[in-house]
């Protein structure tokens, strides 16, 4: 009894293969590479306070020396304005006045926090020169800086709250491809989904937040927000697997890695990326859930709807999807029958 040999593979089509290859692993390695290519602080929300004389001294000042890295906005007090970097509607602030101070929240970006650390600099070398114009001691007057939400001891430089979002990003595709791969029937598909998206987002907060300590906050939130980044990926994925077969898979995959998670601004601060694409990656799953995570666990008092109604979304549109393919098969078999 001899074995059978497949014949060789014919040329054309091994070399259309190693192409193919080649030029997917280009694609992926420029989507994610172009954001940090192109990325630019622009436009980076900042609070001023102070009378409009100091105001326009301000904004005058910034625009000579950081002409578009900074959009400043008007604030009534300084209370005002750490209320606003909490609201995470400014990322720090501007106060002047006879003790001229600069408010960072290093918790909301390092890299804005380091700019505004030189805006400070800057500051203290203008208001010496004044000092010394007038005759009097050019260091009587220090410009401080204060930050008001710093990074936990656990995580100094922020890596680990970034390096989070890739878990959350692949566990959502482990997820769903092995659901779609070895589970059958859309009730038992969407219970398992919520079943893996509880158990691994219950697990990840716990090595996280309660063991390695660098997502800090309240726990309970946190799982909640994890358990829903996973589902929404991995219910997209299911649902697309039973919508349009084992394409839908690789389709879920593409859109998670390829588009949303390079757009998802998880290492820099939205507006770093070419207008519109900062706000379009919020829109996918790994751009919501960087932000959500990031909220829940230094930012408490901002308003997070936007991030929790995407997560949810996705996670409704691929329960969706899949009772539509679940359907349409059904429907398939009673014509064949």
Do not use: C
Not at 111 to 129: F, I, K, W
Not at 140 to 159: K, M, R
């Amino acid at each position: 009894m001899s074995a059978r040999v497949d014949p060789p593979t014919h040329w054309a089509r091994s070399l259309a293969i190693a192409v193919g290859a080649a030029v997917a692993v280009t694609l992926i390695v420029l989507a994610f590479l172009w954001p940090v290519a192109t990325a630019s602080a622009k436009n980076i929300p900042l609070a001023v306070v102070g009378d409009a004389a100091s105001v326009t001294q301000v904004e005058d000042g910034l625009a000579e020396n950081a002409d578009g890295v900074f959009a400043p906005t008007t604030y009534d007090s300084r209370d005002a304005a750490i209320d606003a970097i909490q609201r995470r509607e400014v990322y720090g602030a501007i106060v002047t006045g006879p003790q001229p101070e600069v408010v960072v929240a290093t918790a909301a970006g390092p890299a804005v926090a380091t700019a505004l650390r030189g805006v400070a600099q800057g500051l203290q070398a203008q208001v010496s020169a004044q000092l010394a114009a007038l005759g009097q001691n050019p260091l009587a007057v220090t410009v401080t800086v204060t930050d008001v939400v710093p990074l936990v001891d656990a995580d100094p430089n922020g890596a680990g709250i970034v390096a989070i979002g890739f878990p959350l990003v692949l566990g959502g595709l482990v997820g769903g491809i092995l659901i779609s791969l070895l589970v059958t029937g859309v009730a038992r598909r969407i219970t398992a989904l919520v079943v893996y998206a509880v158990v691994a987002g219950t697990a990840v907060t716990l090595i996280a937040h309660t063991w390695f300590g660098i997502l800090p906050g309240d726990a309970l939130p946190l799982a909640a927000g994890v358990t829903l980044a996973m589902l929404g990926t991995a219910s997209f994925i299911v649902g697309l697997n039973a919508l349009i077969g084992p394409p839908g898979i690789a389709v879920g995959a593409v859109t998670t890695m390829l588009i949303g998670n390079p757009l998802s601004a998880a290492s820099m601060p939205v507006q770093f990326l070419a207008a519109p694409w900062g706000g379009v990656g919020q829109f996918f799953v790994p751009g919501a859930s960087a932000t959500l995570i990031r909220d829940l666990s230094y930012f408490p008092a901002a308003d997070t709807t936007q991030p929790w109604l995407v997560l949810a979304a996705w996670a409704l549109v691929g329960v969706v999807l899949s009772a539509i393919g679940h359907w349409r098969n059904r429907e398939v078999v009673h014509v064949a029958e």
